[in-house]
């Protein structure tokens, strides 16, 4: 299973864009690149989802790099609500959801 | 409201009991899973399920059985053989499996052993 490199933290200001990088420069052609987010005491939550072109939803951006080894998650302006751990994980067609330690997003006021 | 419910919250197991978690959902998805969570670290998959009365292991099934008789429900026992379940374990489903599928989890059942 392709593999993701993720820091292991990250701190923001509220109302600042934040990004968050994840490396994966073994991905196969096939891999689809998911983001999860995990608060507190809960269950992860899906975020976002891309193959090849970058993607938007309502909550978040994903960039992803032309040869597709690395990507990056854009939440437009952090709040209290975004402290969490974030999952960039890789996904073959047959694979299941392989979930590394992520990186622990703190948000300060 | 659609979601997956998971039961208990909390769930106490004396030293060489079985216990089962309860996962019901009511998306109509085929696909179920299960995970397991340690503190600090991301979640290892223990089994899943892609059709009723039929499910596979995952990485880290010792220990674990489950049963799929119904399509929105995946009990999961936590043996008397796996002999570390305190955890945090958490229950999925998606409409079905390949990559692109997103996966929705349940709010997950705490395990402590006494």
């Known amino acids: 299973d392709a593999k993701t490199t993720q820091p292991n933290s990250m701190e923001s200001n509220e109302e600042e864009p934040v990004h968050l990088p994840c490396n994966h420069s073994t991905i196969s052609g096939t891999d689809y690149i998911h983001w999860y987010r995990q608060l507190p005491s809960q269950g992860p939550e899906y975020v976002i989802h891309g193959l090849t072109s970058n993607v938007n939803n309502r909550m978040a951006s994903l960039a992803i790099a032309e040869d597709r080894k690395s990507s990056t998650l854009i939440l437009h302006r952090a709040t209290l609500r975004d402290a969490a751990v974030y999952y960039c994980?890789?996904?073959?067609?047959?694979?299941?959801?392989?979930f590394g330690t992520g990186t622990r997003l703190q948000v300060f006021p | 409201d659609g979601g997956i419910t998971q039961s208990p919250k909390y769930l106490f197991r004396k030293e060489g009991q079985n216990v089962t978690l309860s996962c019901e959902q009511n998306l109509n998805h085929d696909a179920m899973y299960w995970y397991r969570q340690d503190p600090g670290q991301g979640l290892r998959l223990i089994y899943y399920s892609q059709i009723v009365n039929d499910f596979q292991k995952g990485d880290i099934a010792e220990g674990y059985s489950v049963s799929r008789e119904k399509k929105e429900s995946f009990p999961l026992t936590v043996t008397s053989a796996q002999k570390n379940p305190t955890a945090f374990y958490l229950c999925?489903?998606?409409?079905?499996?390949?990559?692109?599928?997103?996966?929705?989890f349940g709010p997950g059942t705490r395990l402590l052993v006494l």
């Open positions: 999925a489903s998606s409409p079905e499996d390949p990559g692109w599928e997103t996966q929705y």
């Open positions: 994980i890789l996904r073959g067609n047959t694979d299941k959801l392989i």
